[in-house]
Structure formats: structure tokens, C-alpha cells
């Protein structure tokens, strides 16, 4: 199984609501990432976490609150949201940062993502 | 502060010539490359990458050229096919660290 799933496809909610975006892997990677992206411009990193820890936060707003329940589940809960929060959300996997200093790496492999529309 | 830049939003190509895709960066301490290939409505899927220590790396129809001095690095993609049409990300990044960080995209068409 090489893939990373996101649920749901498509979100549409009011700047009142909670909601929460899921991702899941079944590939052992031990870290898992959010990121944001607007049209027409590139991925945003916004979370890390590695080993079920929260490993990067990229000075994202509280209304965004991430949780990694198990070393295959990643969340993003929503809450109070503004317009501007639309973007198409995604969830990525891989097995780590490599070593440093080795030159080598280990490939993000990303889920299909969730496109939310606040209004 | 564009640490990576696709400055080619989109590029047309035939079918069956060679596409080259251009990214420039300025972190020095990245030591590792790589590409996704991006379509519509879908997260983006890697395609090839390349370590400091390599100026070529080869996959099939993907080749991956790196010019350390230049900051400069591009994919080759021959020949060229339709289903090639997608946006496509360069990314830099720095062994042990967790961050990618992405160029802008260039957007490319193949032309049947």
C-alpha cells in the first residue's frame, strides 16, 4: 500500500463551524505533514509531526489544530475559519528527513488533499 | 523570499520533442532535489530527484541535471507525451530536516 488517503474530497463550511480533515497511511512512514496551497501557487508547509509528535509548527493560526492519534492517522481540525482559509489542504508521509548532512532523503508522498471552501 | 523559482509559469511542447523544465535556487545549504508532477484536483506525485553530490540523475523518460555552481537545476523529459500535461514542482530541501520548500510551478502542455 503506497498511498495516503484524505476524507473528505470536498468541504464547504461557515466561519462558525468545526470540522476536521483526515489523512491516513499505511506505509510505516513516521512522519506526517499539513500543507496549504492557494491556486496558482506552491505548497505551504504548515505542520510536522514525526513519531506522533508535533514536530514543526509554521506559525499557523490556532484555528488550525493539528493531532496525530497514531503513527498512521493525521487530523486537522478547523474551527472558526475566515474566507481567506480556503485552499486546497494537504496531507503528506514519508519515512523521515534522512540524515543530515548525508545528502540523501526520504520522498514526501502525498494524498489527493481536500479542497475547502469557508464562506 | 523565493528560496526556489520556476521563472517559466508554462511551457508547450510537441509531442515527442524534449520538454525542459528550469528551477533556480538560492539556499546553499540544500543538498537534495527533487520534482512532482501535479494535475488538477490531485495532490502532487514524485517524480525524480537528485542528491548534491550527483549532477544527473536518469528515470526512464525523466532525466534531473544539476549545476551546483549555477544554483541551477532542470528535468528533461524525452520524448514528450500528452499525458505529460500536468504542473510541475520543484522542490529543495536539506538532509534532516523535515522542510521542502517548493518553486512556483510551471504549467506544462503537451501538444498531440
Known amino acids: 500500500d503506497t498511498e495516503v488517503t484524505q476524507t473528505p474530497k470536498h468541504l464547504v463550511m461557515g466561519m462558525t463551524n468545526k470540522k476536521s480533515l483526515k489523512c491516513e497511511q499505511h506505509?510505516?512512514?513516521?512522519?506526517m505533514y499539513w500543507y496549504k496551497q492557494k491556486a496558482k501557487k506552491p505548497p505551504e508547509l504548515m505542520f510536522v509531526y514525526s513519531y506522533e509528535k508535533l514536530s514543526i509548527n509554521e506559525s499557523v493560526p490556532s484555528r488550525f489544530s493539528p493531532e496525530c492519534p497514531n503513527s498512521s492517522l493525521l487530523n486537522l481540525h478547523l474551527h472558526a475559519l475566515q474566507p481567506e482559509d480556503s485552499a486546497l489542504y494537504l496531507c503528506a508521509s514519508s519515512q523521515g528527513p534522512g540524515l543530515a548532512g548525508s545528502s540523501s532523503y526520504n520522498e514526501q508522498f502525498f494524498g489527493p488533499g481536500t479542497r475547502l471552501t469557508v464562506l | 523570499d523565493q528560496q526556489v523559482k520556476q521563472n517559466s509559469p508554462s511551457l508547450s511542447v510537441q509531442e515527442g520533442r524534449i520538454s525542459i523544465l528550469n528551477c533556480d535556487y538560492t539556499?546553499?545549504?540544500?543538498?537534495?532535489f527533487l520534482w512532482y508532477k501535479k494535475y488538477p484536483a490531485e495532490g502532487p506525485t514524485f517524480l525524480i530527484s537528485?542528491?548534491?553530490?550527483?549532477d544527473k540523475n536518469e528515470d526512464g523518460r525523466f532525466t534531473v541535471f544539476l549545476n551546483k555552481s549555477a544554483k541551477h537545476l532542470s528535468l528533461h523529459i524525452v520524448p514528450s507525451q500528452p499525458g505529460d500535461s500536468a504542473v510541475y514542482f520543484c522542490?529543495?530541501?536539506?538532509?534532516?530536516?523535515?522542510?521542502?520548500?517548493f518553486g512556483t510551478g510551471t504549467r506544462l502542455k503537451v501538444l498531440a
Open positions: 522542490a529543495g530541501t536539506t538532509s534532516g530536516t523535515y522542510k521542502y520548500i
Open positions: 506505509m510505516g512512514h513516521r512522519a
Open positions: 539556499n546553499s545549504m540544500f543538498d537534495y
Open positions: 537528485i542528491s548534491s553530490i550527483k
